[in-house]
């Protein structure tokens, strides 16, 4: 037989290896996936610097695979194949940052004797301002908590729903260690998280939950409204500290952001 139809045959076998063991992560099939896996895989971790071999891969890869079945993560390319190994591209974006926070992650996957031998799986941080094209990148270090990406954006989807649900902002007395507790997670990664991978500090994050809740309650606040007591029913317990968030997040003093509105509003009765 050619060779050029040797590689063909390997390529396309590589393939179909690769597409079960992305249907076996996508359908939740823990045992499926492990059964892809060859005796002596090593699964390679480049963001926490580790490696894993077979009889450390079923609980790293318990805790990566989706929740939800209909999960999905977001490709930015097509699986590209090259004889043995396979190319995947794809995103993981974690809401609570200032900006746009996300995982850009690569996988070269690599197939012997009809299973998967290597993997090697990089992922980068990258870091978009709003209403900027540019970004940066950044790799903090993970490893010490034994965080993959996949992991922390778990961790990130979690902490917001509990805020959005929850409403624990609203307590002034809302600290660390009562999010970590009701989470599920420990201390150090929800302030990993915070600090390391969504660059923000807890109370700025618990600011700015509590400066949306003012916000949305302003919307519908009957004028003229009480600004001040408004920002103490969201869970702010210094006026200073209220004031320089507003400012931050919106632009404008308090008095200026209601004046805003109430222009906003007339403009719209008179239509």
Known sequence: MPVHDDGLLQTQATGETVLRYHLCWKHRDLDGVMALYHPDVQYHDFFQNRVFGLGELREYVRSSMPREADEALEHSDRIRLDGDTAFIQYRMTLRGGEGLVSFRASEAITVRDGLIWRVNEYASLVYEQVGSSSSASARPAASRLGLSPRQLSFIAEDLQQYFERQQPYLDPELDLQRVAKECGYSRNQ????????????????????????LLAALEDA???????????????????????????????????????????????DSH
């Open 222 to 268: 009957p004028a003229p409204a009480r600004v001040d007591e408004l920002a103490f029913a969201a869970g702010f317990n210094s006026l200073s500290a209220f004031y320089k968030c507003f400012r931050q997040h919106t632009g404008m003093s308090p008095k200026a952001y209601t004046q805003h509105i109430s222009l906003r509003a007339r403009a719209q």
């Open 190 to 213: 929800i302030s990993y998280l915070l600090n390391q991978v969504l660059g923000q500090s807890f109370y700025r994050y618990v600011n700015q939950a509590r400066l949306r809740h």
